[in-house]
């Protein structure tokens, strides 16, 4: 396994192999973009704040690009459809819903960057191949959302009328704009509690007439 040994700073001479390392690049690059902003953030702060030289952040990310691309993946990894999107799960379509939109924001809360990152019109126009993964990673969260309300029009809980891909786009907004709340607030509210409960005023809407 290779190590980036000859490149760390004195002082700092921990081993890692060129995997772990380009890890911790990523997850320092989310963390310090939440301080300084991601528009702002050196590959210079990078290697300072990890303990190498700048040389050795280059030799494992040749370009800025191509850190952002690896944040951006990150997040797309973390975000992609999973489980909740399963028919046969035991919890109904509204409480899957509610806990979605939950676990968006509780990575975003462990992240506070995240919005920052998502939302940057510099970092987009530098780099377009990072606003085409940001754009199919909005779409594949819409298409989770949508497939869990067609199940809640199919079991009769939400209501026949109910326009799957308007309410999905409703679900990702509130998550979107929480977020953007919640970071222009510098963090002043429960994000998770306060994203969930307006989830549940959301899903009042959805829910098919009784009798």
């Known amino acids: 396994m290779t190590t980036d040994d000859p490149d760390?700073?004195?002082?700092r001479r921990q081993r890692k192999t060129a995997e772990?390392?380009?890890?911790?690049?990523v997850e320092t690059a989310i963390r310090l973009a939440a301080e300084v902003g991601p528009d702002r953030l050196t590959t210079q702060q990078l290697a300072?704040?990890?303990g190498i030289t700048q040389p050795a952040i280059f030799k494992h990310f040749p370009t800025k690009a191509e850190i952002w691309q690896a944040v951006g993946?990150?997040?797309s990894t973390f975000l992609s459809a999973g489980a909740e999107t399963a028919p046969d799960l035991p919890d109904p379509p509204e409480v899957r819903l509610v806990n979605l939109v939950r676990r968006?924001?509780?990575?975003?809360?462990?992240?506070p960057a995240?919005?920052?990152?998502?939302?940057?019109r510099e970092l987009h126009a530098e780099n377009d191949k990072l606003r085409r993964l940001f754009e199919r990673l909005m779409q594949n969260r819409q298409q989770v959302f949508r497939a869990v309300i067609e199940q809640g029009i199919a079991s009769g809980r939400f209501r026949a009328d109910l326009d799957a891909d308007v309410a999905a786009g409703l679900?990702?907004?509130?998550?979107?704009?929480?977020?953007m709340r919640w970071s222009l607030s510098a963090r002043s509210f429960d994000?998770?509690?306060e994203g969930g409960a307006m989830a549940q005023l959301l899903l009042a809407g959805f829910y098919a007439p009784k009798g």
Do not use: D, M, W, Y
Request: glycine content about 4%; hydrophobic content about 50%; some cysteine.
């Open 191 to 193: 994000l998770v509690a």
């Open 48 to 50: 300072r704040e990890i």
């Open 171 to 179: 679900c990702v907004a509130l998550v979107q704009g929480q977020a």
């Open 114 to 120: 995240i919005p920052a990152i998502l939302f940057s």
């Open 73 to 75: 993946e990150r997040i």
């Open 8 to 11: 760390q700073s004195p002082g």
């Open 20 to 25: 772990a390392r380009k890890a911790e690049i």
């Open 104 to 111: 968006h924001l509780t990575f975003i809360r462990s992240n």
